[in-house]
């Protein structure tokens, strides 16, 4: 686990992806890939007369992107880790999917805000389920990730939350303190059977099993509130798609509203 994605992109959560990503790359001893994607105006495409107003724009953010590369690699030349850098223009989503077959995590938002952004809850949605890779999607307002701290994995038994744990091993083995979380009996893989592949990688992860909640979503917010962990692992959409948009769903519930950082696979 050495290749780290980092999207980088001129918005309000910029900086708290690339302090997380900085932090990940320190701890695993790995390489950071930024990824600077000039967003398409959302003019493209609507009216073939409003070619020049769309260039016009397209230009100015391409103008607005470039100084902010020239902040970030201002930066990044004191920082100590090596890294490389990618350009491209168009839509995030499908971008960050070409360029993640050989990347082991990748570094996002739970949330993008501001004018013409996209919801960067749909980028993550279509980033995880196409690219296959774990995600660690961070609050707006984090300004560090602590790998070294107590993560707090939400086990259901899905095949998403197994493989996800399994793709970040390198990772869970430089936590402090790993908790399995479940609520009332789940389906799959035992959360037993979970701590004894964790304990044969030298992790040694406390069960902690929580009665039935009749919103999952909303009490696994409510218990990353009171224990802040460093970061909360689960898998995504563990059910199909449109279950989980027409009711709501785990995944949108922490993609939302999550006040720690949430690493999630699919």
Not at 103 to 111: C, E, F, M, P, Y
């Amino acid at each position: 686990m050495k290749n780290i994605l980092l999207l980088v992109h001129d918005d309000a959560g910029e900086e708290a992806r690339f302090q997380a990503a900085l932090d990940l790359t320190r701890a695993l001893a790995g390489h950071l890939t930024c990824f600077d994607i000039v967003q398409l105006p959302l003019l493209v495409g609507i009216d073939p007369m409003m070619g020049m107003a769309e260039a016009v724009i397209l230009e100015d953010a391409r103008e607005h992107e470039s100084a902010n590369r020239a902040r970030i690699e201002a930066r990044l030349v004191v920082e100590d880790v090596p890294w490389n850098w990618i350009d491209a223009t168009g839509d995030i989503a499908p971008l960050l999917n070409t360029e993640t077959t050989l990347a082991d995590i990748i570094v996002l938002n739970t949330a993008l805000v501001g004018d013409g952004q996209p919801a960067m809850g749909n980028v993550v949605s279509e980033v995880v389920m196409r690219s296959a890779k774990p995600i660690l999607a961070v609050p707006q307002a984090a300004r560090a990730f602590d790998a070294n701290g107590h993560v707090l994995i939400a086990w259901n038994g899905s095949t998403e939350v197994a493989d996800t744990m399994r793709a970040i091993t390198p990772l869970l083995a430089k936590a402090e303190a790993v908790t399995l979380l479940c609520f009332g009996e789940t389906d799959g893989t035992p959360i037993q059977e979970a701590a004894e592949y964790l304990s044969r990688h030298g992790i040694k992860a406390r069960i902690d099993q929580q009665g039935t909640a009749s919103d999952i979503g909303q009490a696994l917010v409510t218990l990353c509130r009171e224990r802040q962990p460093s970061c909360c692992v689960m898998g995504a959409y563990s059910h199909a798609r449109i279950r989980e948009n027409l009711f709501g769903g785990v995944t949108r519930r922490m993609l939302a509203e999550s006040p720690v950082p949430v690493i999630l696979g699919h």
